[in-house]
């Protein structure tokens, strides 16, 4: 079997192919297709020579096609469809898309920023899934491997080929039971130095920004109490003389009633959106980087009132 010259085979000559296949008609097809009927011909021509095919025979004033033609024809007709299909552009409808949305946060971003996400995804597109998964120390390589659409995370690691957004930022406060010998504060370098604390490691994996500043003042805490997450913070610590160091926005997730003191230091962080390049100029990521935002700057309004 003769092996097909495949440079014949460009969509504009597939095209043509079908055109003239359809109008029965060289001059027809070029006015079609808007080419001279000179340009057509020699398009033929190339045609015949990649399939080792006439194609087209003549039959008194018009053309008809040969069997091996029409086989060809019901091959590439539906082939060409479906390229016209996949070149136009996809048009994102927050209103009725159904895709599955994937996020990866820690605990202070769910707990910070996804109620007031949440608000806005339902209402803007309520026919699409929100998917949030745990980023641990991970998140920038979820990323790069696909496994999210975006990364909430105050982690200032390597971001080649990621792009990045300052979301909002937050300082360390110090919690402690109203009943607490300190709670009346202002709570000063020694006495906080002194005291026992409460920690959440997040498994070991986790070393809180606020640690740095205490070292440069040279200050190590060894706490005396270390949980894995905030899940049960608030119980333990109600009427304990332990002094929790976290976040100013988990104020409402750690303990209502606790006293909320300054600390004797300054430290705070920032919380970051990242995405992929792959991602950058989808419409559909680009909606959900804005209801991120919109849900950060709500969340930046409520703190200041």
């Given at each position: ?13 597939l ?57 060809i ?82 982690l ?7 792009y ?28 906080y130095a ?11 994996g ?94 930046g ?5």
């Amino acid at each position: 079997m003769k092996e097909i010259d495949v440079s014949g085979l460009s969509i504009p000559a597939l095209t043509a192919l079908v055109t003239i296949h359809a109008t029965g008609s060289l001059s027809r097809a070029a006015e079609q297709l808007g080419l001279t009927q000179s340009t057509l011909s020699h398009t033929l021509k190339r045609l015949r020579a990649a399939f080792g095919d006439e194609l087209f025979l003549r039959q008194g004033r018009g053309i008809m096609p040969t069997i091996r033609c029409d086989e060809i024809v019901r091959g590439v007709d539906p082939l060409l469809s479906q390229l016209a299909v996949l070149a136009r552009p996809t048009i994102f409808e927050p209103g009725t898309t159904t895709l599955t949305f994937t996020i990866s946060c820690n605990f202070y971003e769910r707990a910070v920023l996804l109620p007031a996400l949440l608000g806005r995804f339902r209402a803007e597109a309520p026919s699409a899934r929100l998917r949030v998964i745990q980023a641990d120390l991970r998140g920038h390589e979820q990323l790069r491997e696909g496994l999210c659409d975006l990364l909430i995370s105050p982690l200032p690691a390597e971001t080649a080929g990621l792009y990045r957004r300052r979301l909002l930022r937050d300082r360390y406060v110090c919690f402690l039971d109203p009943t607490h010998p300190l709670a009346a504060g202002p709570l000063t370098l020694d006495a906080y130095a002194a005291a026992d604390h409460i920690a959440v490691s997040y498994g070991g994996g986790w070393r809180p920004f606020y640690r740095a500043a205490l070292e440069a003042l040279g200050i190590e805490i060894t706490p005396r109490v270390e949980l894995p997450s905030f899940g049960a913070i608030g119980s333990v610590l109600q009427g304990s003389d332990l002094i929790l160091t976290a976040p100013s926005a988990l104020a409402p997730v750690v303990m209502p009633e606790a006293r909320m003191l300054e600390p004797p230091f300054s430290a705070g962080f920032e919380i970051y959106a990242f995405w992929s390049a792959r991602q950058h100029h989808s419409d559909a990521n680009q909606w959900l980087r804005g209801l991120v935002a919109a849900a950060a700057r709500q969340r930046g309004r409520s703190s200041a009132d």
